[in-house]
């Protein structure tokens, strides 16, 4: 048994094995019943790299932190921690001596529980664990009955509703998609009303203005209580560097927002090769640790100990068509890489996700959704965000792919099982009762173990082709259009205690009443 | 730098590097110019179990060989064979001490080369090396425009031209569709002129009886001359198990002709758990073990040092349906295992393809394909068939799924490079033109390096949705429908020496008048 095998044999949530049992627990608890409130891995991660390979990198990353230096534009807050911490400064701009960011990250934690208002759903980030959540970003949704269009707080609360209802997702995410008919200075506080409201999983926060990340965390406070809060995680909130190596203001206000308030930041670079950084792997990806550690570190100097996520999102272009790609070959592979960087630092990891730019739930998207998520689960990534419904590059979020990236997220709990070895497993008592030439249909072993065996898709069609054929000759896309209606027309809302939802929605009524409609 | 990057850094036989170079060096060529010859892996085996786990394995295997043993029917040879290796006989079933199959294996060679009629295309089979084949047994065929049918030996002779035409495919496979307007007993004469007329790559035999693999042997004779094929690899035969535990004459005699021959056989048992093996995946994979050794050590007993290929076809069952699966996590987790005990005994291995069960080339077909895929590629899988074409759980062959599965192969080049080290992939110079909150499209790093960078789909559509929508809003099969058509009307043959290919009609036509046509 290896390192990875022993830990987690003794610690893995698991109320079930296949996707048998969990359907059946599934029908049981109603529609939204859970498989498990998170995945421990039973497998190692995936490491491509030498300690020699990541050095080098890592030394990349030193020299590009300590020679040419991240702006931090807008905060004169983060400039000044910069400046205690030793930093050296120039205007914006900040450099760092080699070591001195991972000094400063030490205090961070390597793993922590995100807590949801159903304790049973909490999660935890880091380590073994792995946590799906939907896409997140989206100014457009699509389906196959009415195409694409702007999204909606209603298709929002559809998708929060979708989510909460899949055995499979663990999360419901924070801007599923952007709900274009709500102002946009008062969207974030419908956003986090609707993860409170139609899900009782942990979620994420607004980012966009410090202002918006405060509200999202007062909320919560109503939900957790203030001394909760202040002592555990209950919200994220997904930031972004502008790369390259540049930290806007908006961004820093509202990462630092939520490590004063005791909650997780996600710190993610988005570098697309050629664009945002270099068209060589190794370089986006040094660029990418350079990028992420100082994020990382300034939610330290705001406050220590406060959690916060790795995060990643590398991606290529079309050298045809001059565009971004997403969920290609060089982005899979280099998650590898960067979740070995992550570990390394001790952090949590968020990786890829369920990417494609295909404009349609078609093979396109499953060929790069599924190589981009394998990647994801593959590096060691604890939590997955564009777990579920990403199409067109991030501009779409899919009903129906929504519904076939659930499902491929039930597969992956039986993936990450990995191979179990006991005797049952082992079944040479099987074999002893069969023996040569014969089935084993009717075995005792077979019987045994036959309802918690074989993972089986909801949305694959296993049929023989006459019965398929007789029955409509569907494809995936169609059989997920009556899924995803099916699983709406059945939802039914988590209990929410009536004082905190009208706590909530006088917050709300009091915020908007404060603001004007800003469109844009 | 660890084993495996040092090794394969030195060896990779690298023509080129992105998907951008390969395709102007195959426009260059011509539409039948190649990438590589195969590729040779730059990224460490996916290992997932320990050693413990993995002699648990082990241990069982043994115990099925030993106590409860293999039937080899209808072949007395192979019988007599294990006889004088000095295994017990009752009848039919045949008992192995521990230890005893890993002994006869010891001269079975762990890499060779399969020739191809043209040289630069020949493979390396075992090591670090990565060779695809098309699909392979499926009766019928099918496209977009004219759904499923039964396949033809004018189907047959499409897709080898198609796999020819691919750079991303290295082999012309075996039977990649029944050609079922051609008589039973004369159509492996045809299979294999077309592999050898319209292809210059390394192919398979026939092996549905002794007699038609020594005439697939005997044609390679024609095309390689006899010394050499005396004392090289030129023509695979893949042979099955019939799981479970029993090895049938028919197949048992093809296995014994090709190591006669010096030709290599290819070790297949077909697992479906819960029906020819157990639910469990330990002891399917247990069995598959065991049986794969066995067939693998007959080679031996027939010509010591022949080469042979150790196989895998695990496989799952749903549960709702009781159909069988393909492309499920099971037999794809299954696999890294399988990966880890071949490498135990030094044999060069087959693993998986693109397995699915779906009826068209759609979402669902390319979600479980691209999962069995890359299973295929991290287990260190050195000979995949299945690579490109396989639909409805292998009874029919796609022309669409064809051309997606060949792209993703073209894929699989970039991502088995990794994530490359060194001075101009880190790009610190890069860093150093650009700086902070600039970007890199015009930048001499990238302008250097733009040519040999990112993958590029044939098959994806990573425009703007605005634009894929004014150009049809077509979806991926749609596109590969185009693309086979195109490449089929471009097709050009490879040269065939005039007097190679009259022998082979000659021989072909003494044969065929020698045998009454038989339809089953």
Redesign the interface.
Known sequence: ??AS?AASSATTPRRERG??VARREQRSHGQQGHGRPYIVRN??T????????LV??EQ?AD??LA?????FRDDPVALDHWKRAGAKLEGD?VRFEPGMLREVLATAPAQFTQHARNSANSVEIGGKSVVFAPAYGSPFVMDLDRG?RYGTIEDFANFVKLAQASPWLHHSGGTICEPVDVPVNKRHLDMVYAHIRYSDRPFMGSVTAESRAEDSIDMARIVFGRDFVDENCVILGNVNV?S???WDGTMTLALRAYARANQAAVVVPFIL???????????A???SLAETMAGCALTQLERPGAPVIFGNFLS??????G???FG???P???S??IGQLARRLNLPLRCSGNFT???????????????SM?AAV?CGANFILHSAGFL??L??MSYE?FV?DAD?CG??H??L??????D?????D???E????????GCA??MA??ET?????E???????EK??AAG?E???VR?NCKWKKTLAEYEAPPLDEAIDDALNDFMARKKAAMEDAWY
């Open positions: 048994m290896n095998e996707g048998r497998i190692p995936y490491d491509i790299l030498s300690e020699e390979n080098r990198i990349t020299r590009i020679e040419i230096g991240i702006e701009l694409r502008n390259p190596l540049v090769g050629g664009a945002m950084g270099p068209v060589t792997n190794a370089g990806i040094a660029q290529s272009m079309s050298l045809r068509s565009s971004p790609t290609t070959p060089e899979a592979i280099g590898m890489v730019t295909s404009k349609l739930p078609d093979a396109h998207a499953m060929n790069e959704g599924t190589m394998l593959h067109d590059g501009l779409s792919k076939m491929f597969a992956l039986t993936y099982d990995g191979v179990v070895i006991d049952n497993q082992l079944a040479l099987a074999f002893r069969v023996g040569p030439g014969s089935h084993f249909f072993h077979t173990n036959y065996a074989f993972w089986d898709s949305i694959a069609d296993n049929e023989p082709f398929w054929e000759s494809d995936a896309a997920a």
